[in-house]
C-alpha cells in the first residue's frame, strides 16, 4: 500500500497545526460559527445530534496493522471506545470533543493518516472493490489509479469549494462491481481492449439522495495517461455550472440532467482540448511510481485445500462458503469480517476488536486490513491451512458472523441516534430485522439478498440500490419507513421502485417477513431475490404486503 514520502508528511503535520490555532481561536471566540464551520468541515469535523463527529479519511478502504491500532488507541483516548465504518470505506468517531480533535489529527499523522476532505464540497475519498488486487479475473489493481487520483485531487485549489460533495469509485472486475460506480458522481470502468491496452469507461451523474440517478456514459475508451485531464475538465465544467444557490440541486447529476448527456460530454470534450497532453498527462514512469506501491506479497507456494472434505464444524462451514472468496494465488483466501452481529449497530467496531484484528493481519494477513462499502473488513491475504485457526479466533471476538451477502449484512446509516439531519432512527430497525431473520432461520435460504436502510433522504445508508431498501421518513413528528424494491449496486445498476405508503417501526418486521413469503412461494428453480422481482414486478408483493400488515 502506499506509503508516505517527506512531502506527503510535511503536508499533514502543517494542516494539523493549522487547524490545532482554528479550534483554539474558535474556543476563544476570535472566530465565530460561520467561520469555523468551513475549517472544521475541512478536517472531517460534523457537529452531529449529541456531540461532533470525526470522519477519518481511509484511502480505498486501506490500513495497516499499526494504523488499526492508532485507531483503537484513540477511540480509547479520546471516544468511547469503537469506531464506525462507512460506506466510503471511512472511519467515524462519534463522540470526541471539538477541544480534543486538533490532538486527535496529531495522532493520527504519526501513523500516516489524516481527516482532509472527509466532508465538505470537495472531492471526497475515491472507494473501490474490498478485494482489489486479488482477483483472478480482475483487469488489473484499481488502487493504483486511486492513489493517483487521491494525489491529484487533494489540496486541489480549484476544487475545494465545488457547488456540492463529489465522490468518485473506481472498478476494474468485468463481470463484479463491488464499488458501485454507477451511483457515483464520477465512475471509472477499467478495462482492456483487444490489443490488450488499459482504457477507462467514464460515468458521470450518478448519485442517491433525494433524486437517485444511474450515471450515464461519457466516454468509453479513455486512455490512462489522459485519465487526470479528462477528470480535471469533468471537475470544470461542474464547477462553472453547477448550480450554488439551492444545495438540493448542485449535485452534478441535476447538472448532467439539465445539460443533456450529449451536451455535457460535448463540454467536457470542450474543455479537455485546454488541458490534454499538458502537464496533467500521465507518464509511463509515474504511472510505475506508483503502481509500485501496491506489489503482491511475499506469497508462499501453497496447495489449495478442499474444507468440504475435511471434518469440520458446521459453523465453520457456514463461515467459509459466506465469508471467504476465491483468491487469485493458489492456497489462499479473501476473508471478510462481518461488522453485523445481531443487536449491534451495522458496522461498529471496538477498540478491542481493532486491536484483535491488527494482530490477527499481522499473523494472517501480511499485516494489512481493508474497510468495505458494506461496511464490514477484508483479510486480503489469509492461506486456506489457517482458515479454520483464523476462524476459531474470530468466534469470541463476535467477528466470525457468518452472513456476508445475506439479509442480515444489513447496510445502516447512523439515523436518528446520532445523526442531527436523521428524520428517524435507523439501527433499531436493523437490530429487529435482523432478529426476526434469525427467528425465522432464512437467512441462508434466501440466498443473496441485500437490504439497505437509510435514516433520510440523504440515502447515507444506500436505501435506494438495497434488493429491499428502507428509508425513514418524518410524519407530523412521528418516524414512519418507506420500502423499496429491485435496487441494486452490481453491473447493470439499478434503483429501487417505491412499495407504496409507508409504515411504522413497529411493523417493519413483519413487511420485511411478508416480501420475503411472496419470494420464497414464487421463485424458480435457484433464482435469487432480484431474479424473481424482475420476472413478477412488484405488485404481488404491494398486495401480499399491504394485505397482510395492518
Not at 464551520?37 to 481511509?58: C, D, E, K, V
Not at 480509547?76 to 489529527?105: C, F, K
Not at 509500485?292 to 459453523?315: C, M, N, R, S
Request: glycine residues 8%; aromatic residues 8%.
Amino acid at each position: 500500500m502506499y506509503t508516505y514520502d517527506t512531502y506527503d508528511q510535511t503536508l499533514v503535520d502543517e494542516r494539523v497545526a493549522q487547524f490545532r490555532d482554528q479550534t483554539q481561536r474558535f474556543l476563544d471566540g476570535r472566530l465565530s460559527e460561520d467561520a469555523f464551520r468551513p475549517l472544521r468541515l475541512q478536517n472531517g469535523l460534523y457537529i452531529q445530534r449529541y456531540a461532533p463527529m470525526l470522519r477519518i479519511a481511509i484511502p480505498y478502504g486501506q490500513l495497516r496493522s499499526d494504523q488499526l491500532r492508532q485507531l483503537a488507541q484513540i477511540t480509547r483516548q479520546y471516544d468511547r471506545g469503537y469506531g464506525h465504518v462507512s460506506t466510503r470505506q471511512n472511519m467515524q468517531l462519534n463522540w470526541p470533543r471539538l477541544e480534543d480533535v486538533p490532538d486527535i489529527l496529531a495522532e493520527l499523522a504519526k501513523v500516516q493518516m489524516h481527516a482532509i476532505q472527509t466532508s465538505g464540497n470537495c472531492i471526497r475519498n475515491t472507494t473501490t472493490d474490498p478485494y482489489a488486487g486479488r482477483l483472478a479475473h480482475e483487469v488489473t489493481d484499481p488502487r493504483p489509479w486511486c492513489e493517483i487520483i487521491r494525489q491529484w485531487s487533494t489540496f486541489h485549489p480549484e476544487f475545494s469549494f465545488l457547488p456540492r460533495k463529489f465522490k468518485i469509485a473506481v472498478n476494474a472486475h468485468p463481470f463484479e462491481d463491488r464499488a458501485a460506480i454507477a451511483v457515483h458522481d464520477i465512475g471509472l470502468q477499467i478495462w482492456r481492449n483487444t490489443a490488450g491496452a488499459l482504457r477507462f469507461k467514464v460515468l458521470v451523474g450518478g448519485g442517491l439522495g433525494r433524486t437517485p440517478m444511474i450515471g450515464a456514459f461519457i466516454h468509453d475508451d479513455l486512455e490512462p495517461e489522459h485519465l487526470l485531464s479528462y477528470l480535471e475538465a469533468i471537475l470544470r465544467v461542474y464547477n462553472r455550472f453547477g448550480r450554488r444557490d439551492n444545495k438540493y440541486k448542485a449535485r452534478i447529476k441535476i447538472l448532467v440532467k439539465a445539460m443533456g448527456t450529449e451536451a455535457f460530454a460535448a463540454s467536457v470534450h470542450e474543455a479537455w482540448q485546454d488541458l490534454k497532453d499538458g502537464p496533467l498527462t500521465l507518464t509511463h514512469e509515474e504511472i510505475e511510481r506508483v503502481s509500485a506501491h501496491f506489489h503482491d506479497p511475499a506469497y508462499q507456494k501453497l496447495h489449495p485445500i478442499d474444507w468440504t472434505q475435511i471434518t469440520v464444524p458446521e459453523g465453520f462451514k457456514s463461515w467459509y462458503r459466506q465469508n471467504t472468496h476465491e483468491h487469485k494465488q493458489a492456497g489462499y483466501r479473501v476473508v471478510t469480517l462481518s461488522l453485523k452481529r445481531p443487536g449491534l449497530s451495522p458496522g461498529d467496531i471496538s477498540s478491542e476488536q481493532m486491536l484483535a484484528v491488527a494482530d490477527l493481519a499481522d499473523r494472517y494477513s501480511f499485516g494489512q486490513i481493508r474497510t468495505t462499502h458494506e461496511q464490514n473488513m477484508v483479510l486480503a491475504d489469509v492461506p486456506q491451512s489457517k482458515l479454520l485457526e483464523l476462524w476459531e479466533k474470530l468466534l469470541p471476538l463476535g467477528l466470525a458472523t457468518a452472513n456476508i451477502g445475506t439479509i442480515t449484512d444489513i447496510i445502516c446509516c447512523p439515523g436518528g441516534d446520532f445523526c442531527s439531519l436523521a428524520n428517524a432512527k435507523s439501527i433499531p430497525i436493523a437490530n429487529r430485522i435482523q432478529v426476526r431473520i434469525e427467528e425465522l432461520d432464512l437467512a441462508y435460504d434466501l440466498g443473496p439478498l441485500t437490504l439497505n436502510i437509510s435514516g433520510c433522504m440523504n440515502a447515507c445508508g444506500h436505501h435506494h440500490i438495497g434488493n429491499i431498501g428502507i428509508l425513514g421518513v418524518d410524519k407530523k413528528g412521528s418516524e414512519f419507513y418507506q420500502i423499496s424494491l429491485g435496487g441494486q449496486s452490481q453491473i447493470n445498476a439499478q434503483i429501487g421502485a417505491i412499495l407504496g405508503p409507508s409504515f411504522g417501526a413497529d411493523e417493519i418486521p413483519d413487511v420485511i417477513e411478508e416480501i420475503l413469503q411472496v419470494y420464497l412461494d414464487n421463485r424458480q428453480h435457484h433464482e435469487t431475490f432480484l431474479d424473481t422481482y424482475h420476472r413478477i414486478g412488484i405488485e404481488p408483493f404491494k398486495e401480499r404486503v399491504y394485505a397482510h400488515v395492518d
